[in-house]
């Protein structure tokens, strides 16, 4: 967003539409069909100064952004994005507070979360208003919910895990409302609610996606909250120096199995979650089709003789694959499938350190490609298997 309008609003930048340009015709050269994400943790910082994802008047902001990225790129672009992961922004902004504003407060994570989807409403609005003949959605962290104990209480934390995580998120962009349990839950905690005005009923249901995207990682294993505050700790070093503990008062708490295998962050690697995950998308939205916008692991690779030999990322990855395939088998509509990432990107905590490429980038040496052992296994794994999804 910063890219193509840098104050947020007023005039558009030239150098950032060439940009863009250069990417889009790029990938066309190579018969690389892109799919755009007009918003991912980007704002622009004047418009974080004056209220952020707060602020009603950054969704009126973006959907101007966003028609300004119809215009320009439109012809050339057949799969767009709205917004990246409102969950997971909105949960570190506000919840675990490691991204700015950098605070712990559920009530405004709430607000900011709607202006989040009152803007990609709008903006698929005003796509289609404008005639726009591709597809467009929006991009959902979302999680299979389970429990390590089956009885009422932990069922109840699963369900309000579920709202916390999915609903509060999948609802409004695939059904245009938002869910009687997330609003009563909300009002029940005492949250002022006044800016979900009446008016922006018809723009949700205007705003409806064509598809979900869907970043698929792992599990949320949870368990009933029994203390009397809420704990956000996550893992963001890597090293064993501090753990995830989630408690969230008046909600659940996050549970664990200490059987499963882990990355060195904490995160579990339990492949059966993509399944379980696409199932329970396919039963809730059967109308809608999904694509799997994200799916990888971070790790710490080395650099042995000139190779990266990252076993542990090729199990991930076949054993999600497998799932996945075992899921559409049984019926989920699942129409593409990202792998992230094609190469080393930058990580707004871990920096450079937290490595989910295919492709190693030496970032010491003048950006250096090298295509680590799960490039070569994914490479044959489409050659062999790719037609068969």
């Known amino acids: 967003m910063d890219k193509i309008i840098p104050d947020g609003i007023g005039e558009r930048s030239k150098e950032g539409i060439d940009f863009y340009n250069r990417v889009i015709d790029t990938c066309r050269k190579y018969n690389v069909e892109p799919l755009v994400t007009l918003y991912h943790y980007d704002l622009p910082q004047s418009l974080f100064e004056k209220g952020g994802w707060e602020s009603r008047d950054t ?81 959902s962290d979302s999680y299979p919910i389970d429990t390590l104990v089956d009885n009422s209480d932990y069922r109840e934390a699963a369900r309000l895990a579920d709202i916390f995580f999915n609903s509060s998120v999948n609802e409004v962009c695939v059904r245009g409302e938002y869910s009687k349990g997330y609003l009563e839950k909300l009002q029940s905690l005492g949250y002022d609610l006044s800016y979900m005005l009446e008016a922006d009923k018809e723009i949700f249901k205007a705003g409806i996606v064509d598809y979900l995207g869907v970043n698929a990682y792992g599990r949320f294993l949870v368990k009933p909250c029994t203390g009397d505050r809420s704990i956000m700790t996550i893992n963001n070093t890597g090293d064993g120096s501090s753990e995830n503990k989630v408690e969230i008062k008046d909600w659940f708490a996050l549970d664990e199995d200490k059987s499963t295998k882990k990355n060195p962050w904490g995160s579990e690697v339990y492949p059966k979650a993509a399944y379980d995950l696409l199932m329970k998308l396919k039963r809730t939205y059967p109308d809608t089709p999904i694509t799997i916008t994200e799916n990888g692991i971070g790790y710490y690779d080395e650099v042995v003789e000139g190779k990266i030999h990252d076993q542990y990322r090729i199990e991930f990855l076949e054993g999600y694959l497998e799932w996945i395939r075992k899921a559409i088998v049984d019926g989920c509509d699942v129409r593409g499938y990202f792998i992230w990432s094609t190469m080393d990107v930058y990580s707004w905590i871990n920096g450079y350190k937290k490595r989910y490429g295919l492709v190693y980038i030496d970032f010491d040496n003048n950006n250096k490609r090298i295509p680590k052992d799960s490039y070569h296994w ?12």
């Open 59 to 139: 969704a009126e902001a973006y959907k101007e952004y966003a028609k300004v990225c119809f215009e320009e790129f439109g012809e050339r672009v057949n799969y767009w994005a709205t917004i990246n992961e409102p969950n997971y922004e909105t949960l570190c902004c506000y919840s675990v507070g490691n991204y700015p504003p950098n605070i712990q407060n559920l009530e405004r994570r709430w607000k900011a979360m709607y202006y989040l989807m009152l803007a990609s409403a709008k903006a698929i609005k005003v796509y289609k208003e404008m005639g726009g003949k591709g597809t467009i959605g929006l991009v």
């Open 378 to 389: 994914y490479k044959k794994y489409i050659e062999e298997k790719g037609g068969d999804f």
